[in-house]
């Protein structure tokens, strides 16, 4: 394909809308030797202090279609699955999750984490350990705290091994939040942004902070036939009206 074929198909995939990754009739216009440099360049794309996220979102919708068309088990386990097809895919969903985390698109990180749940598990031992596997589970474990998915949380926390549960910070660190939670110390909750292992998760505490008082309004309307705004303020947490 020429450089504005490449041009076209890219801008197609984004005029076809972030919620439609796989266009299977549609021919990606990466080839086999420039992937990896795509890779790299979306990668670069995600860690960027200013990125442009509606190009990144259709570098990742292009490098999807590559992955469908062109790898013969993406999101599938396969016997023969070569090293480099899982950590191009894994490397690429990773940056998904923690781009979407940092842009607050949770629809979008719900769909990237659900995809690279597979490569934590079904691809275990097909290459290295990957660096920032905890670090994205414990981000996916506020997330399900923050919408009250506790069963799920519960699930999700059970695949995790017990050595790491106990000793690793990016999992202990929402572990915590939950028996916070549980206990109703609400204030320890909102604290808890201010001791974070990552940036990231400071945002999710706020979206979990964004729960918590939606859970409280909605149980204070039917508890309190009056209540002055101050004191809703205090209970919520707000540090001013």
């Not at 940056?95 to 995809?115: E, K």
């Not at 399900?144 to 660190?173: C, G, K, Y």
């Not at 400071?202 to 508890?223: G, H, I, N, Q, W």
Request: proline share 2%.
């Amino acid at each position: 394909l020429t450089h504005n074929q490449t041009s076209m198909a890219d801008d197609g995939l984004a005029k076809a809308g972030w919620d439609q990754y796989f266009h299977i009739g549609e021919r990606d216009a990466t080839d086999s030797s420039d992937l990896a440099s795509r890779v790299a360049q979306f990668r670069d794309m995600a860690e960027s202090a200013s990125v442009d996220y509606e190009r990144a979102k259709s570098l990742l919708a292009s490098l999807k279609v590559h992955f469908v068309t062109n790898f013969a088990s993406f999101l599938v386990e396969g016997a023969d699955t070569p090293v480099d097809q899982v950590l191009y895919a894994r490397d690429t969903l990773e940056n998904a999750v923690l781009l979407c985390a940092r842009m607050g698109d949770l629809d979008a990180f719900d769909i990237n984490m659900a995809q690279l749940k597979t490569y934590y598990t079904d691809f275990r031992g097909k290459a290295r350990p990957s660096e920032r596997e905890y670090m994205i589970r414990g981000l996916n474990l506020l997330r399900l705290l923050a919408q009250h998915s506790r069963a799920r949380f519960h699930t999700e926390l059970e695949l995790i091994p017990i050595d790491q549960r106990e000793s690793n910070v990016w999992i202990t660190h929402p572990v915590k939040l939950e028996r916070h939670l549980m206990e109703g110390a609400y204030s320890k909750v909102w604290a808890s942004r201010m001791d974070v292992p990552h940036p990231t998760y400071a945002l999710f505490v706020e979206e979990l902070m964004k729960t918590v008082r939606k859970e409280f309004a909605a149980r204070a309307e039917k508890s309190f036939e009056r209540l002055r705004v101050t004191e809703a303020c205090r209970m919520l947490l707000f540090d001013s009206l």
